[in-house]
Every structure is written in structure tokens, then in C-alpha cells.
């Protein structure tokens, strides 16, 4: 052998056109994944979201690489959907007690509704001081349902000399998976009792 000297393959005609054929399918093969894929995915906007992660990424790994299972597996992932998801709603996320004298004792309530498509179980109801408490009654939610939320802030929990600006949250913790913790604010202004 030579140095610099490079080699060609000579096909005859039968083979070239062999060869040719060979090409002609592995593109239509590669186009037909690339539909097959696209419309998945297609579809797949069109599902609730709250449909499992892992479902559709098997999907869609599968219609890249063009497997007949895709099918299926859009079966498995409507079944998946079909059962829905909870939406919790809040009348309001915030509210003002306005000017409120050291000692009052006052309450709120707040409709909290369920929007989604399957009841919300709320776990629990917290709030970030002593000095409110929060009930929900309903604590279970069914579809189209609301409960009702009773705020109760007591000024005077922290004593008579406080005074000023507060701000306070309440926490609903419930099975919503796009809002597992709903929360509620509010402020008051603590005012001195001879303040008038």
C-alpha cells in the first residue's frame, strides 16, 4: 500500500439501487417515528395536568423510538386522568382588620370552595402565632363543594403594651398537588385602649 492512496467501493448497478432502496426506507422509517412522536405529544397537551409525570415520559419515549406500545400506554395514561384532581379556591388570600384596640377579640370567615375534579381532604389548618386560630369546617371538600374557614385574632394575646402594625398567615395543608399549602394573610393595627 501507498501512502496517500485512498479506495473506492465500486457497486454495480443492481447493488446501487439495493443500497438506494435501503436509504428510501430508513428515512420513511425515521419520518413515520418523528410523526408518530409528534402526534403524542399532541395529544398529550390535551390531557389534565395532573396526569402522571413517569406515564408520560414512557409515552413519549416510546414513540421516539417508534414502538406500536405508545398506544397503550395513552390508554394507561387516560386511566390515570380519569379520576381527576382537587382545586382548592379561596374567597381571598388577604384581608385588613384595619385599626383594632389591645384586647379585642375579633373574627373572620372565609369561604374556601373546591374547583377540581375530586375532593379535597385538608390535613390540617395552622396559623403562625398564638394569637389566631383557624378552624375549617368541612375539613373534606367534595367537588363543587366549599367549607367554610373561621379566623379568630385576639389583639391582646401579646399583652397590653403592644401596639402597631401585624401581620399574620393561616395555613391550609390539603391533597391539592398544584397548591398543597394554601395560606391566608392579614394585618391589623394594634391600637392603645385610650387611643381614640
Not at 432502496?21 to 390535551?46: E, G, I
Not at 417508534?66 to 382548592?88: E, H, K, M, N, Y
Not at 374557614?149 to 385576639?154: A, E, G, Q, R, S
Request: aromatic content about 6%; glycine content about 8%; hydrophobic content about 35%.
Amino acid at each position: 500500500m501507498m501512502k496517500g492512496t485512498s479506495y473506492l467501493t465500486v457497486f454495480n448497478k443492481s447493488e446501487w439501487k439495493h443500497s438506494e432502496r435501503n436509504d428510501l426506507r430508513r428515512a420513511q422509517t425515521k419520518r413515520m417515528q418523528s410523526k408518530s412522536a409528534s402526534v403524542s405529544v399532541l395529544r398529550l397537551r390535551k390531557l389534565r395536568s395532573g396526569c402522571s409525570l413517569q406515564l408520560f415520559l414512557s409515552m413519549f419515549q416510546a414513540a421516539r423510538k417508534g414502538i406500536l406500545i405508545t398506544f397503550v400506554l395513552a390508554g394507561l395514561l387516560l386511566a390515570a386522568c380519569a379520576g381527576g384532581q382537587p382545586q382548592i379556591n379561596l374567597e381571598t388570600t388577604y384581608f385588613d382588620f384595619g385599626d383594632v384596640v389591645n384586647g379585642e377579640i375579633l373574627s373572620r370567615d372565609i369561604l374556601v370552595s373546591n374547583d377540581g375534579d375530586e375532593a379535597i381532604i385538608a390535613q390540617s389548618v395552622s396559623t403562625t402565632c398564638g394569637c389566631t386560630t383557624a378552624t375549617l369546617e368541612p375539613m373534606t371538600i367534595p367537588p363543587g363543594g366549599s367549607a367554610n374557614l373561621h379566623i379568630t385574632f385576639d389583639s391582646g394575646a401579646h399583652g397590653p403594651e403592644l401596639t402597631g402594625q401585624l401581620t399574620r398567615q393561616i395555613f391550609i395543608t390539603s391533597n391539592d398537588p398544584d397548591q398543597p399549602e394554601a395560606m391566608v394573610e392579614f394585618t391589623a393595627n394594634i391600637i392603645d385602649k385610650g387611643t381614640p
